[in-house]
């Protein structure tokens, strides 16, 4: 039976295929997930240290190097 519904009919599926070769696609366009993409950074330090103050009194420098524990209120 046919449906007027484009997403049933695979009216949009069939239209966007003919647009681009999927084999030449980076996984990651057609997953969308960030796992896939390729090259991504493992951390993301800082460029600039923070100096934090805990609830205790405490100093804490944070430059995003390794993670740190904070007390709040």
């Given amino acids: ?3 007027r519904n484009p ?7 069939e239209a966007l295929a ?5 084999d030449k696609l980076a996984r990651v366009a057609i997953t969308g997930y960030y796992k896939d993409l ?3 950074p493992c951390e993301l330090p800082n460029p600039q240290s923070l100096i934090i ?3 205790d009194g405490t100093y804490v420098n944070y430059d995003g190097s390794e993670p740190v524990t904070l007390k709040f209120p």
């Fill in 1 to 3: 039976m046919y449906s």
């Fill in 18 to 22: 003919s647009k681009a070769d999927v």
């Fill in 53 to 55: 103050k805990n609830i």
């Fill in 7 to 13: 997403v049933e009919n695979r009216a949009i599926f």
């Fill in 38 to 40: 390729k090259g991504v």
